[in-house]
């Protein structure tokens, strides 16, 4: 039986004996202790709980990116500054996943404060690419990603401001889903940039980021930019969906892009001759916003990070330097605490937040974010979906990557439905030389239902399955 | 001639029951440090603001009290700073769209007519409290202490346009807009507990040689009394500056309460840029109109209305008006009083002097006080009907108030009636006359200040209780004849 574990969807192991549940528990437990020295893509590994509590996901193990709180954790967002910080409290998802009786069996490694696309920057060390160790699991969810897709545990959450929760899915060939903004409460998500975060679930095929969604969605008192009512959580399955007739469209200028590889850019053109085969009506359309997406939102996540940061100043908890005074204590508990890229943004953000700038960058940013939003919406009128790649690469070795602007512009296909507060998923497509090749669909707003509809339908196409999950890497199978 | 300009920038607590983004109690005053706080308050990862609807509530009244427009679309704003009293290192605000802006507070002083208009409202949350060893602030201090218990509680912001022309007007402007919040019973309005805190910026236009001073922030005036005394200290020293020629530095100074002086804190150079923009984890705040229609409807009677009616319906002095009108309960009990008895100067007069006295005197809150509207009226019928002087009826007053029981009843046990009897006033003086030749033959020589001997024999004998007017009319009489 053991093995047979890695094959089942998460509504599957949820209907097991207690026995077979407590097996379940071990089982992916071992994996996580057997191959976390490799991949380290978790930051802290709990133990089995001694009782299961019922519920309708009762005894389904779990990962949490380690920028969501679980009290009793510690909550580090890979960074110095919180390296010994205990949660104090559960995030309303942790809370609600609990009720559900599922069980956290760790925290995994992200890019320090989720400000990164490859978990490189993380301050315990980047988690590695269960397709290719030399390569980067993407982020920066990467813990999260790397985690599902060598079966280490059957989902976990990551957050999405850029594509943190889709990039990496794409990087490590599992199923990444970003919800609508407003849809899942960020209470308990150590904020990076509040208008973009969004939670959302890393799972091995669309059916199971549907019951987790279902799970963690809803609206939440402690959140009041969670919505009510604008979407229907009660039902059992997604909607069936049918292909036929869906009015796709395709940026060409996700195409154009000069940085998209050419076998990235071969692979979705494949996948999209297999959907206009089953009846799609795929059109090429011009966003033509693609080209200020990366500035605006290198404008507003900063500026927004940097006023979310400045609770780390080691006066309540987190790090403390020995200083003189009060000044010289938080400047010294920030310059030791924060890694180069976290500074980088903070710098960036109080440059563009000063009052001389912020008229220039930060307001003006603003506006053209709507605009963004508005061209999406204009393109989602008239059609049901856009289709682009994840990310415009594959995933590169580490270190590849030395500058930041085209470290940056990983995320130029993801930011459009942070900044538009739309919702996207990425699915695994067949491979190209061994490593994964992610597709994005996004939808409208609050669509959530229609959009993973339709993505599962869309897994149907991709060689990336097997018996409707993401494949594991072969390495991963036996402990 | 020197003119002086005054705005105010007020900080008020309102006392909502719970914080205003979280639901840890809003009342901390005087509670064990660190006690009433939670996530949210004391800014842990992950936490985010939840706005309290009583907070938006209490502004909307504040602001239809102070004749504000009302924004129906508000946002709120964070001002980023480093405290170690700011846990999240920033502080929620309304800095782009207030909750309300264009009001004005009516007065009367002097006579006059007075009005400062109210630039804006706006709603924002508390900083914790510090306290510094060593030192008075954290520069020097060689240990600190943050209590965030006061973190969250909520503010509103009330800044007036620089309409205010003396430090007294200042004052008078605060008492009433004090007593403006407690009619709405939205804030306590202790300014010595901090639920109300001023800031004044004060500038002096030298009229004849047409210059005009740097503007002055004076911070940390924690009561009425030194609202008056600050702005008093620095007219003074702006004014002697301009006389000698030297510079008024644009600048924020502190009340030293010790030293009865303002001290320099700091230039505007080293003000902070504050990096407002909107707050993400908050909505922009929708309100209908209503919503501020059913606000408007139950809005109290405020201090300048009453004060305005009382003048306009009972014909009391403005004086009276405005110390009977300031607060609710005792104008009503003037009220009731001035109704049952229909003597209102009569009952403003006994309330402001005896009964204020009273309260005072025992430290006993009005509405504690055992007596009502019948005490006065039988006190003013046995006035009217000259059963007891007015010197009997003070006497009479604390007993009534120790006692509880009616004037009439007092006056029967205690035998207090006045005496009107002609005969036996007659009788005394006549004895006393008899008695002191000498004093009679000194008034009639023309030493009138005698006479008052024989009112006081009088008085003497009868303990008091003679009919005034009466005594002084028969010793004249029997003197004189
Ligand atoms: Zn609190």
């Known amino acids: 039986m053991k093995g047979d574990f890695l094959d089942l969807k998460i509504a599957e192991l949820s209907k097991l004996s207690t026995d077979e549940k407590r097996e379940v528990l071990s089982f992916f437990h071992e994996r996580i202790v057997a191959f976390n020295s490799e991949l380290n893509a978790f930051l802290e590994i709990l133990p089995i709980p001694d009782s299961l509590s019922s519920g309708s996901l009762s005894g389904v193990p779990y990962a949490l990116k380690d920028n969501i709180l679980a009290r009793g954790t510690r909550t580090t967002c890979a960074s110095n500054i919180l390296k010994s910080y205990l949660s104090p409290y559960d995030a309303t998802v942790t809370a609600r996943l609990k009720n559900t009786g599922a069980v956290l069996l760790g925290k995994t490694n992200l890019d320090e404060f989720a400000m990164g696309s490859s978990t490189e920057k993380s301050a315990f060390g980047p988690t590695k690419n269960p397709w290719d160790l030399s390569r980067i699991p993407g982020g920066s969810s990467g813990g999260s990603a790397a985690a599902v897709a060598a079966g280490l545990v059957p989902f976990a959450l990551g957050s999405d401001t850029g594509g943190s929760v889709r990039q990496p899915a794409a990087f490590c060939g599992v199923v990444g889903y970003k919800p609508s903004y407003g849809l899942v409460p960020r209470y308990g998500l150590v904020a990076f940039a509040s208008s973009l975060d969004q939670i959302g679930p890393l799972t091995r095929c669309v059916d199971d980021a549907f019951t987790v969604f279902k799970t963690i969605a809803g609206r939440d008192i402690n959140d009041a930019t969670t919505v009510n009512g604008k979407i229907d959580l009660r039902a059992k399955e997604l909607p069936e969906a049918d292909l036929k007739g869906l009015k796709i469209a395709i940026p060409s200028d996700a195409l154009d892009f000069e940085g998209l590889d050419e076998r990235v850019k071969s692979r979705f053109l494949e996948f999209i001759e297999r959907l206009a085969e089953k009846g799609a009506e795929v059109s090429f359309v011009e966003l033509g916003i693609l080209k200020y997406v990366v500035a605006t939102y290198y404008l507003i996540a900063p500026g927004e990070a940097s006023s979310n940061l400045s609770r780390y100043d080691g006066v309540r908890y987190g790090e403390r330097v020995e200083s003189e005074n009060y000044e010289e204590m938080i400047k010294k508990n920030r310059d030791t605490g924060f890694g180069d890229e976290v500074k980088r943004r903070i710098l960036l953000g109080t440059f563009t937040l000063s009052s001389a700038y912020y008229d220039a960058y930060y307001r003006r940013a603003l506006k053209i974010r709507k605009m963004i939003s508005n061209r999406i919406n204009e393109v989602l009128h008239e059609h049901d979906f856009i289709l682009n790649p994840t990310a415009p690469t594959l995933p590169g070795k580490f270190g590849e990557i030395g500058d930041p602007l085209s470290y940056y512009l990983m995320d130029i296909y993801t930011i459009p439905a942070n900044l538009a507060g739309t919702p996207a998923i990425s699915i695994p497509v067949d491979p190209v030389d061994g490593l994964p090749v992610g597709i994005q669909l996004m939808g409208r707003r609050y669509a959530d239902l229609e959009l993973l509809s339709t993505a599962k339908q869309m897994e149907k196409l991709s060689g990336a399955y097997n018996n409707g999950l993401a494949k594991i890497p072969e390495r991963w199978l036996h402990v | ?481």
Request: hydrophobic share 35%; with cysteine; proline share 5%.
């Open chain 2, 1 to 481: 001639m020197y003119k002086t300009v005054i705005g105010l920038e007020i900080h008020a607590q309102l006392s909502t029951k719970t914080k205003a983004f979280c639901s840890c109690r809003a009342d901390v005053f005087e509670l064990e440090p660190n006690t009433v706080i939670c996530p949210v308050c004391t800014g842990q990862p992950g936490a985010l603001p939840v706005l309290n609807e009583k907070v938006v509530e209490y502004a909307v009244k504040a602001a239809l009290a102070l004749n504000c427009k009302i924004n129906l679309r508000s946002t709120f704003d964070r001002k980023n700073y480093f405290y170690p009293d700011l846990p999240k290192g920033y502080q929620i605000t309304q800095y782009f769209t207030p909750i309300a802006e264009n009001g004005f507070l009516g007065f009367k002083f002097d006579g006059d007519e007075k009005r400062v208009r109210i630039r804006r409202i706006h709603i924002e949350e508390d900083a914790g409290k510090m306290i510094h060893q060593d030192a008075d602030s954290i520069s020097g201090a060689s240990g600190s202490l943050v209590n965030l218990n006061r973190c969250g509680v909520p503010l509103i912001e009330i800044v007036t346009e620089p309409d205010i022309s003396s430090p007294k007007e200042a004052r008078l402007f605060m008492e009433l807009l004090r007593d403006t919040l407690r009619a709405l019973d939205i804030c306590s309005g202790d300014m010595e507990k901090g639920a109300l805190r001023c800031d004044a910026n004060i500038s002096i236009v030298d009229e004849e040689r047409g210059l005009s001073s740097n503007r002055v922030e004076v911070k940390n005036i924690n009561s009425f009394k030194f609202v008056e005394k600050a702005l008093e200290f620095e007219r003074e020293r702006i004014i002697k500056a301009l006389e000698t020629g030297s510079d008024v530095n644009r600048e924020t100074r502190t009340w030293n309460f010790a030293k009865r002086e303002t001290i320099s804190m700091r230039s505007k150079e080293e003000e902070n840029d504050y990096r407002y923009f909107p707050e993400p984890d908050l909505p922009p705040l929708q309100l209908s109109d209503e919503y501020v229609e059913r606000i408007k409807e139950r809005l109290p009677e405020l201090p300048q209305q009453r004060i305005e009616r009382l003048i306009r319906e009972y014909g009391i002095p403005e004086y009276d008006a405005t110390v009977l009108g300031s607060n609710a309960r005792l104008s009503s009990f003037f009220e009731e009083v001035a109704k049952s008895t229909d003597k209102p100067k009569e009952a403003s007069n006994w309330i402001m002097t005896e009964l204020l006295r009273e309260i005072n005197r025992r430290g006993i809150p009005l509405e504690k006080m055992p007596i009502g509207p019948e005490h006065f009226k039988i006190l003013f019928e046995l006035l009217e009907q000259e059963k007891i002087s007015v010197k009997i009826a003070k006497e009479l007053f604390p007993l009534m108030i120790e006692t509880g029981k009616l004037p009439d009843q007092l006056v029967k046990e205690r035998g207090m009636e006045q005496i009107n009897d002609e005969k036996l006033i007659e009788d005394i003086v006549l004895r006393a006359m008899e008695s002191n030749p000498k004093a009679v033959k000194q008034y009639r020589e023309g030493k009138k200040g005698v006479m008052g001997y024989f009112v006081g024999a009088v008085m003497k004998e009868t303990r008091g209780k003679a009919n005034p007017a009466a005594v002084n009319e028969i010793v004249r009489r029997l003197l004189e004849s």
